[in-house]
């Protein structure tokens, strides 16, 4: 019903930037919410930062002041704007987005596929 479409992984030194992206598409009434977890090997996924369609914004602890979370209402898209990365950020990244779906108005949570971040030392 909801497809979440991400870009922008890669290879990157430490203290550089990655940008990543994220359309969804489909049966959408409204996104309540959009965002980034990540989930690195053996350790379970954990949020990095959602944007609430209010504006609020969440943040882990750990990219607080280099992470930069924005959204773009008309194209249900959700950037995530990494800099000063460091080798502990390396993880599969996967975008997450709540949505009211059209019809029932029913809430479902959504996932990307994921993609991968590798931050050298």
């Known amino acids: 019903q909801v497809q979440l479409v991400e870009s922008g992984g890669g290879l990157v030194q430490a203290g550089g930037s990655l940008r990543l992206s994220c359309a969804a598409s489909?049966?959408?009434?409204?996104?309540?919410?959009m965002g980034w977890y990540r989930q690195a090997p053996g350790k379970q996924r954990e949020l990095v930062a959602t944007?609430?369609?209010?504006?609020?914004?969440n943040f882990a602890d750990s990219v607080k002041g280099r992470f930069t979370i924005s959204r773009d209402y008309d194209k249900n898209t959700v950037f995530l704007q990494m800099d000063s990365l460091k080798p502990e950020d390396t993880a599969v990244y996967f975008c997450?987005?709540?949505?009211?779906?059209?019809?029932?108005?029913?809430?479902?949570?959504?996932w990307g596929q994921g993609t991968q971040v590798t931050v050298s030392s």
């Open positions: 997450n987005a709540v949505v009211t779906i059209t019809g029932l108005h029913t809430v479902h949570d959504y």
């Open positions: 944007a609430r369609s209010g504006g609020n914004a």
């Open positions: 489909g049966s959408i009434f409204r996104i309540n919410a």
